[in-house]
Structure formats: structure tokens, C-alpha cells
């Protein structure tokens, strides 16, 4: 993802898809493990975890996030680690939100977001190329901006590891990438205006 594209909430419909398909079937689980992969500076896992706070209460609680990313710059596990961030990538976080879960620094146009969001959100340097998943048992994969990069091939394998690592779980990919038809019988999709997902087990 590039470093220059990343805010907070950017991508809506994706996340309102896991607030309506995802989060009804993975609340009731004791754990519940979610890969970023693919990450960047952090405003993506943390809008995600958000959200899930939003929508699970104290379930959340139970929530880890392992958000991942090449991360050549060797920057953004500080950055996530720290969790401050500029006001041009958090402005277009609603209002009652922002109030709810930022607060401000002793820097002007600066803001932190709540230790319980940071607490559950876990970074780490790795190369989706390796074909080596984080950990395996995910209930939900959340791999945007990445996959483009890749020829067909890369794609492929890359979400046939996906699909290992996954429980009985959902994966949300770009809007620009289909599924391959090689793995079709791997995924369906949960709904026909978005890249979501479910594991065909």
C-alpha cells in the first residue's frame, strides 16, 4: 500500500461488509484472530479494529490483530507501535469516533489513537512472496492493495496460502481482483458488490 494513499477509513464499503457478513459469525468464537496483510503505516488494521470495537464490546477484548507488511522503509512498526498520527490521515474518521477513540498530543495537528485499540492490534515485518503465514486459524484475512502487484501466478499461491490459514473464515480482497478461476472452488463469495469472501471448506 502506498504510503501516500493511507488514511483512516478508506476503504467503507469494506469495512461495513465485515460489520454486516463477518462480525455476526466470528463474535461468538472465545479468540478471534485477524491478518492485515499488506498493512502499511497502520490505518488499516486500526479503522478494522475499530470497527470491531464498535460491534463486539467486551468480546474485543479477545481480539488480535496481526497486521503484517513488507516494510522496506524498516518505519512502520514504530509507527503502529506508537500509534500517532498527522491530522490529513484521520479526518475523514466521523466525528463521534474520532472524539471517542483519538486524542491529541503535545504536537499541533498530531493525535493518538486509545491504548485499547493499540493493544489489540500486533505488527510484523514479513514478505507475502515467502508463502509462510504469520500463524494459521484466522477468522477473517484482510489483504487490500497488495495483490495487484503480483503477477497471476504470485496471486495464486499467495491466496492458496491464504487459504490454509484461514479457519472456517472470510478473506476481503481489492475491488480490482477477482478470484481466480483456479480457486474458485476454494473461495464464494459473500456478497456481489464487493471482494468478499468465505472458505469452502
Not at 130 to 158: A, M, Q, S, W, Y
Amino acid at each position: 500500500m502506498s504510503i501516500a494513499f493511507t488514511y483512516f477509513f478508506r476503504d467503507m464499503q469494506t469495512l461495513e461488509m465485515i460489520k454486516e457478513h463477518v462480525i455476526p459469525n466470528i463474535r461468538s468464537r472465545r479468540y478471534i484472530h485477524i491478518w492485515d496483510a499488506g498493512c502499511a503505516m497502520g490505518p488499516e488494521p486500526y479503522s478494522l479494529a475499530i470497527i470491531l470495537r464498535e460491534n463486539l464490546g467486551m468480546t474485543f477484548r479477545n481480539v488480535k490483530i496481526h497486521a503484517t507488511d513488507i516494510d522496506n522503509s524498516n518505519l512502520f512498526g514504530d509507527i503502529i507501535k506508537k500509534g500517532i498520527y498527522p491530522k490529513e490521515m484521520i479526518q475523514r474518521i466521523p466525528e463521534v469516533i474520532f472524539k471517542k477513540y483519538f486524542s491529541g498530543t503535545n504536537k499541533p495537528d498530531e493525535f493518538v489513537i486509545a491504548d485499547e485499540i493499540k493493544k489489540s492490534v500486533e505488527f510484523t515485518k514479513h514478505d507475502l512472496l515467502d508463502l509462510k503465514p504469520v500463524r494459521t486459524g484466522f477468522n477473517l484475512i484482510l489483504c487490500k492493495n497488495v495483490l495487484l502487484h503480483f503477477n497471476e501466478n504470485e496471486r495464486i499461491e499467495v491466496l492458496k496460502m491464504f487459504y490454509e490459514s484461514l479457519d472456517d473464515g472470510y478473506l476481503a480482497t481489492e475491488q480490482t481482483q477477482k478470484m481466480p478461476l483456479q480457486l474458485q472452488n476454494h473461495f464464494e463469495p459473500v456478497v456481489t458488490n464487493a471482494q468478499l469472501y468465505k472458505k469452502v471448506s
